[in-house]
DNA sequence: GTCCCGCAGC
DNA sequence: GCTGCGGGAC
C-alpha cells in the first residue's frame, strides 16, 4: 500500500519539533529526564490511564522504588497492592517480571536499544522505540494510538487498520516520517528524536483529538491531506467490529460481621490471573457442590450484575454464604484461600467487579 | 459502544 | 504471522 510519507517528511518533523518547543508539554515529572526506569514507569502507566491519575502513582512508585533494583526486589502481592486501583493488573506483573529481568540479564540497567528494550516482559515495539527515543536519542519510530490519529489524518491514510498488514504499512510510514538523520555521528548527542517523539504525542493528545481536530491551531495543518479534505475526524479507519459473547459466572461471598471476607489468589492464568478475588464457579451446580448442603440451603442469590470486556459480557452472580468457620478445605477454597480484613482488602489487586461488589455491599 | 497495547495460542 | 484475549476508562 502507498502513502505519502516520502513527499510529507521533509516539512512534517521540522515543524511538528519547533511546535513542541514552543507548545508542547514539558513539566510532567516523567519528562526532562533520561533516565529509562523513570520513562518506562511513566509509559506503561499511560499506557492505560490518564495523565491525572498517572501522577499520583507515578509518584507512589518511584517513592517506593527509586530503582529498578528496588522494583525486582519487591514481592508481586506488594506491587499488586500499590497498583491497586489502576486496573489492568497484567501489566503490574509485567512491570515486576521486567524489573526482574533487567537486573538478572542487563545488570539492573536497561539496555540501550529499541531492539534489545523488546525483548523485556510487557515492552513491545512502540514502547520499546519510545524509550530508546527519550533516552538514547534512537532513531526510531513509535506508533501508539495518538500517532495513529496524527499520521493515518496528515496522511490521509483509507486502509483498513484492523488488518495487520495494513497496520504495517502505517508502521513502514511512520518510519519514513521520522526526522532526518543526524549529520555527524552521535545520535543521541542532540534533543531531535526526543522532540519529535513528544511532539507527536503532545498533538495526538492536545490538539489532533478524536473527536474535535484542532485544526485551527494545528502546526501540521497545512501539510494535512485529512484535513485538506475537510474531514479529518474520519482517520483512523476501523472496519472491524467486534462480536461480543456472553458467561456467566457465580461468585461465593462470605463475609463476617467484622467486614473480613474470604478471598483466594486466582490462578497465574486466565481470567482475573494472579489477582484476589472471591471464588469462582462456572455454573450455581459447581458452587453447590463446592458447599456443604446446610450451608448451600442457605445461601443467599444477590441480584445479578453484568461486567463488560472488550470480548466478553461477563454475567456475574453473587451467592452469600454465612460466614462459616469450615470454609478451609472446600475445593476450591483451600490453599490461598482466607479471611483478609476489612482494612486489608481495598488495598489488594481485585478484579473491578469484584471491589465494587464488596464497596457497594456494605 | 470505542479504544488501548502486549501477549498467547493457533 | 495473524487473531483474539484481557480489564478498565471514556
Redesign the pocket.
Known sequence: MHTHAAALAPAFAPALIAWQRSHGRSTLPWQNTRDPYRVWLSEIM?????VV?VLGYYARFLERFPAVSALAAASEDEVLGLWS??????RAR?LHRCAQDVVARFGGRFPASAQELQT?????????AAIAAFCFGERVAIL???V??VLTRVLAYEADLS???NE?TLWDAAQQMLPAPAAGEASGADDTMARYTQGQMDLGATVCL?RQPQCLICPVQRLCRGSAAGNPERY?V?E???RR?AQSLWLLLARRDDGAVWLHKRPA?????G?HSLPVFDSEEALQAALPPQAWAAAVMQPAFV??????DLHLHPVRVAARADLQGLPPLDGSGRWVSAQEWPGLG????V?RLLEDEH
Open positions: 499511560l499506557q492505560q490511564t490518564q491519575t486501583g489502576l486496573g489492568y493488573y497484567s509485567n523485556l516482559p510487557g515492552i513491545g515495539r512502540s514502547t520499546a501508539d494510538g495518538n495513529k490519529r488488518r495487520s498488514a504495517k478524536p483512523p476501523r472491524r467490529r467486534l459473547s492464568k486466565g481470567i482475573w490471573a489477582l461486567h463488560v470486556l472488550t470480548h466478553k481485585l478484579p473491578a467487579p471491589r
